[in-house]
């Protein structure tokens, strides 16, 4: 596609359900990224996928969290259990992958998920 | 541990120039990246410094000094729709890019 789409763009949910975020990268690019952004604050890291290398999931707060990556395109974002802290901005990235270039990311319009 | 700071917020006239710093330690260096991010919008790439130095492009610079962690943009010119926030971020030694929370920058005419 012509950029890197998320869905849904909304999502409110109950506490102690489950949520699913879906990112669709650039055609072609093997890196993804998936960051998380509470109102005012910096971008934190969760999981990042490379090619076919196993994901580096060092960023992701708890094991109610999970990613994968289906065919080195699509992404999805399981939150299990939701719980009210969990409530942010949910940002998706692609890249070409390049290690040590000046290679930029290119982010999705994220998904704003709000846990009642 | 790993840490990108720069100022919270910052106001500026419309017409007038404006630096925004930011400072870094981090585990090793292998770029330094701004971003601009309009609310809720997704930020999107403005430049890049691996060298020490000046990057200038169009309206926007931006200035690296490795030797100091330090680095910063600067916007002239100021529009109104420079109103964003401006993201540094730092790609350590495993190539991990690490942010900072961002500078809010509110343009004044």
């Known amino acids: 596609g012509a950029g890197v789409s998320q869905s849904p763009s909304n999502k409110v949910t109950e506490k102690g359900k489950d949520v699913e975020l879906r990112c669709d990268p650039i055609s072609g690019h093997t890196a993804l990224y998936w960051y998380r952004q509470s109102l005012g604050q910096g971008l934190e890291f969760l999981i990042y996928f490379q090619g076919n290398s196993a994901p580096d999931k060092s960023g992701l707060p708890s094991d109610r969290f999970s990613a994968e990556r289906t065919g080195g395109s699509v992404s999805t974002l399981t939150i299990q259990r939701t719980q009210q802290e969990d409530s942010a901005v949910y940002l998706c990235?692609?890249?070409?992958?390049?290690?040590?270039?000046?290679?930029?990311?290119?982010f999705g319009s994220g998904t704003q998920l709000s846990v009642l | 541990g790993q840490n990108i700071d720069q100022p919270t917020e910052m106001t500026a006239t419309e017409g007038a120039i404006v630096q925004i710093n930011c400072t870094y330690q981090?585990?090793?260096?292998?770029?330094l990246f701004w971003y601009q991010q309009h609310a809720g919008e997704a930020p999107t790439f403005l430049s890049y410094?691996?060298l020490d130095g000046l990057e200038e492009k169009g309206r926007f610079s931006s200035f690296l000094s490795r030797s100091k962690g330090y680095s910063y943009l600067l916007l002239k010119e100021l529009q109104m729709k420079d109103s964003a926030s401006y993201l540094c971020?730092?790609?350590?030694?495993?190539?991990?890019?690490?942010w900072g929370a961002g500078t809010k920058l509110i343009i004044k005419p």
């Open positions: 981090t585990s090793g260096f292998n770029g």
């Open positions: 410094n691996v």
């Open positions: 971020a730092v790609k350590d030694s495993n190539y991990q890019l690490i």
């Open positions: 990235a692609s890249s070409l992958g390049r290690l040590g270039s000046n290679e930029k990311l290119f």
